[in-house]
């Protein structure tokens, strides 16, 4: 009997921040990056870019290196990272004169 092949999942991290009048999005994994006026465009445009790579890196047979070399691994259907904290740091500015 035949195994029938499940495709698995990707799961990155993505944050967006506003730049002056445009909003960039990013993925730190991948260090992929796009942008857009709003929100919502910058998410798309990145999701656009996430197609993209997963494509061209799938036809060049690279995907698999390049996803490890990120430091992301299989669990169970998903592909992520093995582990990451992501928190913020509060410093004091010195003084100016």
């Excluded at 990145?46 to 890196?57: A, G, N, P």
């Excluded at 047979?61 to 992301?72: D, K, P, Q, V």
Aim: proline share 3%; hydrophobic share 35%; charged share 30%.
């Amino acid at each position: 009997m035949k195994r029938k092949h499940t495709p698995k999942t990707l799961r990155l991290t993505a944050e967006v921040w506003r730049e002056g009048n445009m909003y960039t999005a990013y993925c730190r994994e991948l260090d992929l990056a796009s942008c857009g006026h709003t929100v919502e465009e910058a998410w798309q445009n990145l999701h656009e870019v996430f197609e993209i790579f997963l494509e061209e890196t799938s036809k060049k047979g690279t995907l698999r290196e390049l996803l490890e070399e990120a430091g992301l691994i299989s669990k169970g259907e998903t592909i992520e990272r093995a582990e990451h904290f992501i928190g913020q740091i509060e410093l004091p500015l010195p003084a100016t004169r």
